[in-house]
């Protein structure tokens, strides 16, 4: 391996117990109970994690309250909460390397991505926030002249962020960034996959000088404990969610105790539509980035690939050329293209649904299992495609969330957006053509969020993301998280 014991900047941290965050302080659980974090790529215990509950959820919902109502946080000037929000990013830029290793030890994805779009989009994300602490205004509405009216944007307060594991920190940026930005107080918990890098972030959370209890941090499981304490809560104000549909579902029905505000940012199963006039080099290696990236552990991923028939076969050669050469191997190893996944339950999960679309009539054109040798203590599977599908089979109906590829072909602009729609989700959609009006038609057919012409998985802090129909609801980044993380009060002051 390219990266050696000696080189392990995160050493320290991994050998300590990773407690709670809970009013500045870091604690045991309740309970006293801990789970185990581990290497996917090895199947080892990399880390020893506080299991917390319901009891430590409210401990941090308290905690959270009273920095939100009475704290120093509630009092600060946006110009100094603006300045924490650098400090932080900056924190997160000195220690970049010690967290890219954290984030490929615990997810298991290569590290060449951590370092270089995990880690620096982290830090954008926390830049681009802290610009906009300054900037969040109300308006003067003149709408009558006897009355002087104007509206506030106030945070909406206690805010609880439950995450998922495919992106641990780049998701803990996108919850925290903005919700930080707009004054609420949060109470965080990172999916039981992964939770070091939050655990990190938390260290430098109280490092740039953050107040107590402004930012809580509660590793545990979901159904049942610490997730499901937070979206129960009567006293959470508002719940952000990225995950699966399924647990999108428990989530708002969660919420209606107290009808907290739910924002969901949930999966999908993103058609990539490859036109006979496309830059046939380029869109191969789009649908390669669109469904191996992070071992195809993206909500966005470009996992179903339309193929126009006329270059089918062109492009599938191009396409297995391309795969047979990936390098799948250890996350640490610098070389390595392709990871494990994220867990033994993901590998099983996305060889089971190999086994469907085996059963259902696709032909595997490459891969179609999990690799021997050295590799087979990790999770890992091989890169996957298959040809021959159709777009009612359940190979292209369900998020596999793994590295495989449902390829159909298709004849008409109408056929394939009629194609693309037909699906319960609309997270993203990509095209890849010369002609303009074929891409910007598409571009406005496709029932999704986001839509990327001769490009894919492209994602800015600026930009805002969120899905259509059983994607979920609510846009995150850009302005549009301000909206999330703000309730607007109007006054009105009578001049009579
Ligand atoms: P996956 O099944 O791929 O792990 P989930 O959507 O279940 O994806 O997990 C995303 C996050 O949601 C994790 O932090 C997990 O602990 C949490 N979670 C899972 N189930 C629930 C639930 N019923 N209530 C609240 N949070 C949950």
Redesign the pocket.
Known sequence: MAVVEKELLCKDFLTKDKQLLIDGKWVNAESGKTFETRNPATDQVIGKVAEGSKADVDKAVKAARKAVEEGPWRKMSTAQRAKLMYKLADLVEKNADQLAQLETLDNGKPINESKHIDVPQTIETFRYYGGWATKIEGETINANPNMFTYTLREPVGVVGQ????NFPMLMAAWKLGPALACGNAIVL?????TPLTALRIGELVLEAGFPEGVVNIITG????SA??A??NHMDIDKVA????D???R??VK?SVGNLKRVSLELGGKAPNIVFADADIDAAVKGAITGIFFNQGQVCCAGSRLFLEKSIHDEFMSKLLARVAKMQQGPGMDEKTQIGPQVSKD?QDRILSYIDIAKKEGASVACGGDAPAGDLAKGYFVKPTIFTGVNNDMRIAQEEV?GPVLAVIPFNSVEEVAEQANKITYGLSGAVWTSDVKKAHKLASQIKAGTVWVNCVNMLDPAIPFGGYKMSGYGRELGKHSIDLYTNIKSVWVNLG
């Open positions: 439950i995450i998922p594991w918990k990172p999916a039981e996959q499981f979901g159904a049942d997730g499901s937070i979206s969610f990225t995950g699966e399924k647990t999108g428990e989530i969660a993901q969330f």
